[in-house]
Antibody, heavy 121, light 107 residues
Framework: EVQLVESGGGLVQPGRSLKLSCAAS????????MAWVRQAPKKGLEWVAT????????YYRDSVKGRFTISRDNAKSTLYLQMDSLRSEDTATYYC??????????????WGQGVMVTVSS | DIQMTQSPSVLSASVGDRVTLNCKAS??????LNWYQQKLGEAPKLLIY???NLQTGIPSRFSGSGSGTDFTLTISSLQPEDFATYFC?????????FGSGTKLEIK
């Protein structure tokens, strides 16, 4: 059974940093591109960042470029999101998601339960 | 960025009803449209991918149609567990984008 379990969320002041982790199990982690998707309170979903299966390529939405860094450790089957210079508008539940579409389609087929990040003074 | 517009934002219906949810893309996304279901406090669940392909394990009362810019999700006979929020999602081009959701409520 595919499982994605996020951790590392919490309350942080504006301008500070936080690092999220996502532990994967139930599939060969190193075979899949992975992503972070967020959802602000009572709002819709927003793709944040994607990393290729081997970590060689990364992609970010414009609003987080230069502030967030997605990375992975395939030996540990773990995905990370380093978030620096946090802003109030980054407040959201952050989901780890697998890019699992057949034939390489880049959609998300499995999601974690999410972790809350609150940016506030 | 491709904007995804869903309608209605809220839909009230009863168990057994047939309902249709709509999603419109701001530009042609071919067939690359998915539907996700999200219940309160839970992660989204993939229902349909590439317009009309049912994800494994999803009941056949869910179906999708459309192409280009206009898409629909139909639930043929609502069950109590179907009351949730539904998001459409395009993966035709980056950045990948979601609609703002349709909340399906019990009438």
């Amino acid at each position: 059974e595919v499982q994605l379990v996020e951790s590392g969320g919490g309350l942080v002041q504006p301008g500070r940093s936080l690092k999220l982790s996502c532990a994967a199990s139930g599939f060969t982690f190193s075979d899949y591109n992975m992503a972070w998707v967020r959802q602000a309170p009572k709002k819709g979903l927003e793709w944040v960042a994607t990393i290729s299966y081997d970590g060689s390529s990364t992609y970010y939405r414009d609003s987080v470029k230069g502030r967030f860094t997605i990375s992975r450790d395939n030996a540990k089957s773990t995905l990370y999101l380093q978030m620096d210079s946090l802003r109030s508008e980054d407040t959201a539940t952050y989901y780890c998601a697998r890019h699992g579409g057949p034939y390489g389609y880049p959609f998300f087929d499995y999601w974690g339960q999410g972790v809350m990040v609150t940016v506030s003074s | 960025d491709i904007q995804m517009t869903q309608s209605p934002s809220v839909l009230s219906a009863s168990v057994g009803d047939r309902v249709t949810l709509n999603c419109k893309a701001s530009q042609n996304i071919n067939k690359y449209l998915n539907w996700y279901q999200q219940k309160l406090g839970e992660a989204p669940k993939l229902l349909i991918y590439n317009t009309n392909n049912l994800q494994t394990g999803i009941p056949s009362r869910f179906s999708g149609s459309g192409s280009g810019t206009d898409f629909t999700l139909t639930i043929s006979s609502l069950q109590p567990e179907d009351f949730a929020t539904y998001f459409c999602f395009q993966h035709n081009s980056w950045p990948l984008t979601f609609g703002s959701g349709t909340k399906l409520e019990i009438k």
